[in-house]
């Protein structure tokens, strides 16, 4: 099983089935596509930032390799190794990159495909749907983030703290 994630705009409400026009669903899992073609792959994506910085990092190490005068068995493990590193942060920097573009993540699911996922990433965003507030004060399905008024501190927020 694969977890995939769910990024629609800052300003979707939960339900609304017209969101879901803008939506993306990525795929949280190594990219092979960005292990062979590095920053090819992220201008394919239309992730300008990430692909330049991408191509500076890869002629970069390689450059410094030429330069410490690598034996080219060594150099070619550690290209290996900067390409695989690259395959497995792409999906992130393409997360991170929607983030900036103002697409949230508001779900993440897992399944088998691509097409499970988008079926239940959809059926949880549409049953989804705002209601009047009732005794029961559950979270939605939909991840959220609650507000607090002072910071959080330690790995147990929700705990009572000593006073």
Known sequence: MTTYTLHLPRD?????PT?????????????????????????????WLAGIGVLV????????????DVHPLAGSIAQLLLQ?????????????????????????????????AEAKAFARWLEARPSAPSRS???????STPRRAEPVIGLFPDAERPR
Do not use: C
């Not at 979707?12 to 609304?16: T, Y």
């Not at 890869?58 to 410490?68: I, K, P, Q």
């Not at 004060?137 to 991840?143: V, W």
């Open 19 to 47: 969101a879901l026009e803008d939506s993306e669903l990525l795929k949280d899992a190594f990219s092979w596509g960005a292990f062979f073609f590095t920053f090819l792959w992220f201008f394919y994506h239309r992730l």
């Open 137 to 143: 004060t559950a979270p939605s399905p939909i991840l």
């Open 84 to 116: 695989a590193l690259i395959g497995l942060e792409a999906n992130s920097l393409r997360r991170w990159t929607l983030a900036r573009r103002g697409l949230a993540m508001v779900d993440a699911v897992t399944a088998e495909d691509q097409d499970e």
């Open 12 to 16: 979707a409400r939960p339900g609304d």
């Open 57 to 68: 990092v890869v002629f970069g190490f390689g450059g410094l390799l030429a330069l410490l």
